[in-house]
């Protein structure tokens, strides 16, 4: 907790979503080791840089046939400030993935809302 007073933290309000890219382990060669170690096991690393446009074709082909497995041997981390109802729908809609809150059980919380945008169209 901290020492501020619950009477001095100012409400502020936001229309915005942020997402920021914190670090990863992510590489075409991951991709390309995973998706040919069944029929190149270890040689597949090689393949890279024998023959990059082969390599690159296959990771197109990958993709156009939704061939996704492949592309689990990598990982990413990424800091997400956005309303709660956001949250909700990508705890609802995860696989594959997880995530750490932000908890208020720790620490004390800033008070942020989220208001529309003027541009944005209610239904």
Do not use: C
Not at 45 to 68: A, C, F, T, V, W
Request: proline share 6%; hydrophobic share 35%.
């Amino acid at each position: 907790m901290t020492d501020t007073p619950a009477d001095d933290l100012k409400p502020s309000f936001r229309s915005d979503v942020t997402v920021e890219l914190i670090k990863h382990t992510a590489s075409d060669a991951d991709v390309l080791f995973a998706a040919r170690v069944s029929t190149a096991g270890e040689q597949s690393l090689q393949e890279l840089q024998k023959d990059p446009e082969r390599s690159k074709g296959l990771i197109n082909y990958l993709m156009r046939d939704r061939h996704g497995s492949p592309f689990e041997h990598n990982s990413m981390t990424f800091f997400i400030s956005a309303p709660i109802f956001v949250f909700r729908e990508f705890m609802r809609h995860r696989v594959g993935w997880s995530y750490n809150e932000e908890s208020g059980r720790y620490r004390e919380l800033e008070p942020v809302f989220y208001v529309p945008g003027a541009s944005r169209k209610l239904v």
